[in-house]
């Protein structure tokens, strides 16, 4: 059973905006640092967005400025909402869950992923 769910992904023209969304199965997000990431063909998996446990927020100096991750810790809800979207931000998206926000590497839980592709 998939614990971590993303939805929202699709296809957008440059400019537009899309917000992802990532639900946790049977677990408490406020216990866990949370954090989206990305991995476009031929690319390296980046970390795009991290909240801690606490709330606070770090992005990835491409995003800042444009994309937004916050969370509701009743509902187990994650987001990210992107704005300005550019070509280069087309890649499949990753919501992850660790136990502490050093340790997504070691012992992250993943998603599978949705699809963002953004069309000049």
């Known amino acids: 059973q998939v614990q971590l769910k993303e939805s929202g992904g699709g296809s957008v023209q440059t400019g537009g905006s899309v917000r992802l969304s990532c639900e946790g199965i049977g677990y408490r997000y406020s216990t866990h640092c949370m954090g989206w990431f990305r991995q476009a063909p031929g690319k390296e998996r980046e970390e795009v967005a991290i909240i801690t446990r606490e709330g606070l927020t770090t992005y990835a100096g491409s995003v800042k400025g444009r994309f937004t991750i916050s969370k509701d810790n009743a509902k187990d809800t994650l987001d990210l909402q992107m704005n300005n979207l550019k070509p280069e931000d087309s890649a499949r998206y990753y919501c992850?869950?660790?136990?502490?926000?050093?340790?997504?590497?070691?012992?992250?839980?993943w998603g599978q992923g949705t699809q963002v592709t953004v069309s000049a």
């Open positions: 992850a869950a660790a136990r502490y926000c050093h340790t997504f590497k070691s012992s992250g839980l």
